[in-house]
């Protein structure tokens, strides 16, 4: 069964340094997803994307981050300068439409020391 | 705006009895219901959705949940818990196709822990 990738499954940075996670999402899926969970708390909305640019984007999503499919397989979420606050859990996820089920990936684990 | 409400941040039944985790939402257009589950160190798995059709929705590992628009309640229900059911569990909204973007909310979630 497709499935959505994520990687790596845990990162560790130092606080002021870039990360770039990294997803695959479903081959014929159009629409992409980021949400974030702080350790403890619920799953937040960060970012939509689809056709190539921003749908959605909540308040958390600011200018330190950033979303790119730099190629036909990959969707990224970027950290410019990450805080310590940044730390989270960050999951994927894809739908094929824009109200078809989302499928979520398992989440890579950033700690920011 | 939409949001969940989930009541209960944490349950406990004995192996057998029956599991009842509560959710109230808040939409201003007819919502699309899901709960997720999430094992320890894993991602989100759909349980079940509902979206509009019936109003009783079966899902996986045995759970359903009724919608009832008159108590903007969507709880979700297994009659007979089993051990493998410990998990978090997290009610979700979405206004999926009457907005620019189907971002799901989340509710904070009910972790629920099964006694022997």
């Known amino acids: 069964e497709p499935e959505v990738t994520q990687t790596p499954s845990h990162q560790v940075t130092q606080m002021g340094q870039e990360v770039i996670l990294r997803c695959v999402p479903i081959?014929?899926?159009?629409?992409f997803y980021w949400y974030r969970q702080i350790l403890g708390q619920k799953v937040e909305f960060l970012v939509s994307?689809?056709?190539?640019?921003?749908?959605?984007k909540s308040e958390i999503f600011d200018d330190q981050f950033s979303v790119e499919r730099p190629d036909g397989s990959n969707f990224t979420l970027k950290i410019r300068s990450t805080k310590l606050e940044d730390s989270a859990m960050y999951f994927c996820?894809?739908?094929?439409?824009?109200?078809?089920?989302?499928?979520f990936g398992p989440g890579t684990r950033l700690t920011v020391t | 705006a939409q949001s969940v409400t989930q009541l209960g941040s944490h349950v406990s039944v004995s192996e057998g009895a029956l599991v009842l985790l509560r959710c109230n939402y808040s939409?201003?257009?007819?919502?699309?219901l899901f709960w997720y589950v999430q094992y320890p160190n894993q991602g989100l798995q759909l349980l079940l959705k509902?979206?509009?059709?019936?109003?009783l929705v079966k899902g996986i590992n045995g759970f359903e949940a009724e919608f009832k628009k008159s108590e903007t309640s969507f709880h979700l229900t297994k009659p007979s818990a089993h051990m493998s059911d410990a998990a978090e569990y997290f009610c979700?909204?979405?206004?999926?196709?009457?907005?620019?973007?189907?971002?799901?909310?989340f509710g904070s979630g009910t972790r629920l822990s099964i006694r022997p």
């Open positions: 996820a894809s739908s094929e439409s824009r109200a078809g089920e989302q499928y």
């Open positions: 081959s014929n899926h159009l629409y």
């Open positions: 509902y979206t509009s059709a019936a109003t």
């Open positions: 939409s201003s257009v007819p919502p699309y």
């Open positions: 979700a909204v979405s206004d999926m196709g009457y907005s620019s973007a189907s971002k799901i909310i």
């Open positions: 994307f689809y056709n190539n640019e921003i749908s959605e």
